[in-house]
């Protein structure tokens, strides 16, 4: 049983396109998260959501939009990508906001723009 | 503002012998502090966690970590290192009085290669 899944694993495209990742979790959490690795792999937040809420919008560029049609969902479209999008973007999610809970993290998806 | 330092982008040890990977960090309050594991192309795993009470914290796949607030450190450790072990470490820590908004940062992780 896949706790945080994302889709797709690998996404290869061009500048300029749109695309989107979606993730799902079947652990019954009510927060979830994407983050952004790096090629350093370092790792940093880009958004969470509580019950389709959005809770932290880090500073990102307008083009990333997330979209959490139910607490189990939480895609990402990317309009007019850029090389420097290129990236693993990983879903997560935790039982609740409160701090204390750790985070669930999805397979990653490896985003390359050429 | 949080932060987290693991200062060695690399440890390296023998199988069986003891390993340390450090972390210190600071925030403005209580910290709640987390390991996690990721191995090759896979996400994170979480290994452990301290939040309050005992400043040993005992995880997953028989790691440790033992919280030591007036260093402001949060070092895991394994008394029997494995070649499976092998893999990128991250620390990460998050204010407990941060409330609903508070974000898990994390630290720039460390390689620990286990050699036989």
């Known amino acids: 049983d896949t706790a945080v899944s994302q889709t797709p694993k690998y996404l290869v495209t061009q500048m300029g396109n749109d695309k989107s990742i979606k993730c799902e979790q079947n652990?019954?959490?009510?927060?979830m998260y994407w983050y952004k690795q790096d090629s350093k792999k370092f790792l940093k937040i880009m958004f969470s959501y509580n019950n389709k809420e959005l809770i932290i919008n880090e500073t990102v560029p307008n083009r990333f939009s997330p979209k959490s049609p139910d607490k189990a969902h939480l895609n990402l479209h990317i309009n007019s990508l850029e090389l420097g999008d290129s990236a693993v973007y990983f879903c997560?999610?935790?039982?609740?906001?409160?701090?204390?809970?750790?985070?669930?993290f999805g397979p990653g998806t490896r985003l390359t723009v050429t | 503002a949080q932060s987290v330092a693991q200062p060695e982008d690399q440890v390296n040890v023998a199988e069986g012998n003891p390993l340390t990977v450090k972390c210190t960090y600071s925030v403005s309050g209580n910290p709640y502090l987390f390991w996690y594991v990721q191995y090759p192309n896979r996400g994170l795993q979480f290994l452990l966690k301290?939040?309050?009470?005992?400043?040993l914290v005992k995880g997953s796949y028989g790691f440790e970590a033992e919280f030591n607030k007036s260093q402001t450190s949060f070092h895991l450790k394994k008394p029997s290192a494995l070649v499976s072990d092998s893999a990128l470490y991250f620390c990460?820590?998050?204010?407990?009085?941060?409330?609903?908004?508070?974000?898990?940062?994390f630290g720039q992780g460390t390689t620990l290669q286990v050699k036989p």
């Open positions: 997560a999610s935790s039982q609740g906001q409160t701090s204390s809970y750790e985070q669930y």
């Open positions: 301290y939040i309050t009470g005992d400043n």
């Open positions: 652990l019954g959490h009510d927060t």
């Open positions: 990460a820590v998050r204010d407990a009085g941060s409330g609903n908004t508070g974000k898990l940062i």
